[in-house]
């Protein structure tokens, strides 16, 4: 899976087409990831001790990886991921302009 925790991406299909937001947990096994913001859900949520209230609470549930592509630093538009050597380290790189990401 080529997107990390940290990462900018760009929601590229479903129902928060075109949001924006920062990767907070990637799941490499189930090729999903959990972004600020998007794919958000209302759970109930029970009071957990005496004298207080449940309370409705909104979480982020997992997104398909291939829903979402990397945000490219300089045109600020979707971007492909793309390997490349450099001093015999692996680094990612952007697709459109080369920059390393």
């Given at each position: ?23 907070i947990r990637a799941f ?74």
């Amino acid at each position: 899976m080529k997107i990390k925790s940290k990462d900018i991406v760009i929601v590229i299909a479903g129902k928060d087409k075109g949001k924006k937001g920062k990767v907070i947990r990637a799941f490499p096994k189930e090729d999903k990831v959990i972004v600020e913001g998007i794919n958000m859900k209302k759970k109930h949520q029970k009071s957990r001790s005496r004298g207080t209230k449940g309370q409705v609470v909104e979480i982020a549930l997992p997104i398909h990886v291939s829903n979402v592509m990397i945000e490219d630093s300089k045109t600020n538009k979707p971007s492909r991921i793309g390997y490349k050597i450099v001093n015999e380290k692996k680094i990612r790189i952007s697709k459109k302009n080369g920059d390393e990401i």
